[in-house]
């Protein structure tokens, strides 16, 4: 992927200015209450620099899955309650995101001013990245920020569209993700390495794929190494593995030795009867995975082989887990794996560079989530990065601000 240029804020002077912030507020909420404050935390920052200085800011998110209708339980009112908090400042908020209630609540904005918007998949245009949107969104505002790296995989109006129509530029959150990518997978000090885990080779081809191309060493765990394992000849028992996908993993296989890339799979794994907790365990060789037993994590030399692997590395990319982490014990091998590329990480040896859903939640309950020298938690966006996809949020970015087109 070619390392795409864009603006960032040490180029904006923004007072007076109205900024459209697109920002990423979609933050999980369970029985009315965040869950989790790491995208907003991240977030405030930006806000606060745009702010400080001036800036009228006018912040722009999705949030959940409304299907382009207005739905109560999805609105950002409560949200944007949590960025006051996180920016220690007043924030408004607005109970639409276009039209006359957005357009008069931007001309009444003060220096310094925040607000927030109505969720912008209220409406059918976002998602569908309606031109009229886009321009409605723009008509707020005098500069476009994009802040939101993990909506940046999605081609919407917020994301995408209304950066046709303004001078545009990288918030700091997006500056500090593309530039921690780009050291990982487009100019890293090497040799780089990847461990890529969860369940399915079929979920992962083109970031296997994609990874045999950039990286030196890749380690493959979870219970996709069983798919691999299977494409090898071997019995994995009752293993969770993709019968139909073992001529994709022994093609992988070929590629990776094709192209001078070095494939890691287990050599031992913790097989169990069954997966429930308190279940009888075993520690078997790959080559003796009883029938009826299922490996649900990597045994003890494997995580010794990782662990020189690791030390042999100057750069680490790191999706999915390598076992069942939600379930002691087979969350042994991912939190030994992870605690040494923290440590090595720390001692200034490694540059660690992690992402997705699974990975977040297993290096948090590794006690190692603010070890590593980069985790994101843009999910989607991550992954297509990893696989070698041109996101629109990004491409616009490095297009926009030149040309822009009258509104």
Known sequence: ???????????????????????????????????????????????????????????????????????????????????????????????????????????????????????????????????????????????????????????????????????????????????????????PARPVGAIVGGAKVSTKLDLLNNMIEKVDMLAVGGAMANTFLAAQGLSVGKSLKEEDMLDTARAIAAKAKERGCELVLPVDVVVASDFMAGAPTETVSVSAIPDGWMALDVGPKTVAFLKEKLAGLKTLVWNGPLGVFELAPFDEGTNAVAQEAARLTKEGKLKTVAGGGDTVSALRHAGVLHDMSYVSTAGGAFLEWLEGKLLPGVVALGQAGEDVAPL
């Open 1 to 187: 992927m070619a390392t795409l240029s864009f603006k960032t804020l040490d180029s904006l002077d923004p007072r007076g200015k109205r900024i459209l912030l697109r920002a990423d507020l979609n933050v999980p909420v369970r029985d009315g209450a965040i869950s989790d404050l790491t995208r907003i935390e991240r977030l405030a920052p930006t806000i606060k620099e745009l702010a400080d200085k001036g800036g009228r800011v006018i912040v722009v998110s999705h949030f959940d899955r409304p299907k382009g209708k207005p739905v109560p339980e999805m609105s950002l009112a409560p949200i944007s309650e949590a960025l006051a908090k996180a920016l220690g400042k007043k924030v408004t908020f607005v109970p639409d995101c276009v039209g006359k209630v957005a357009q008069d609540a931007a001309a009444a904005m003060h220096d310094g001013d925040v607000v927030v918007l109505e969720n912008t998949r209220f409406y059918p245009g976002e998602e569908s990245n309606d031109p009229d949107m886009a321009k409605a969104l723009a008509s707020l505002a005098d500069i476009y920020v994009n802040d939101a790296f993990s909506a940046a995989h999605r081609a919407h109006a917020s994301t995408e569209g209304v950066a046709r129509h303004l001078p545009s530029f990288a918030g700091r959150l997006m500056e500090i993700e593309l530039s921690a990518l780009e050291a990982a997978l487009e100019n």
